[in-house]
Nanobody, 122 residues
């Protein structure tokens, strides 16, 4: 089993930055693809960014491309999401996910964190 714990969320003004972390425990996730998803009130969970198990490949939703950066440190069993130039529409609960065959679809992920709230004020 893998436990994922997100941290780093909070309240920020539009144009600001936040850095999220996702710490894994229970077993190594160095062979898992990792991703961030988000869910705003009244909306479905949506893909944000994904990083391959090696860290060599990354993918982003068009809405965050150029503003968000996903990275990982397999020695620390941790994944990060650096969010810059934040917009009010980025407001959501952000979830970390791990999946051996994870891509941009939530159903391909086996383990999920509890989420961390990100609120961007205008």
């Amino acid at each position: 089993q893998v436990q994922l714990v997100e941290s780093g969320g909070g309240l920020v003004q539009a144009g600001g930055s936040l850095s999220l972390s996702c710490a894994a425990s229970g077993r190594t996730v160095s062979n898992y693809n990792m991703a961030w998803f988000r869910q705003a009130p009244g909306k479905e969970r949506e893909f944000v960014a994904q990083i391959s198990w090696s860290g060599h490949s990354t993918y982003y939703a068009d809405s965050v491309k150029g503003r968000f950066t996903i990275s990982r440190d397999n020695t620390k069993n941790t994944v990060y999401l650096q969010m810059n130039s934040l917009k009010p529409e980025d407001t959501a609960v952000y979830y970390c996910a791990a999946g051996l065959h994870g891509n941009n679809h939530a159903r391909r992920y086996d383990y999920w964190g509890q989420g961390t709230q990100v609120t961007v004020s205008s």
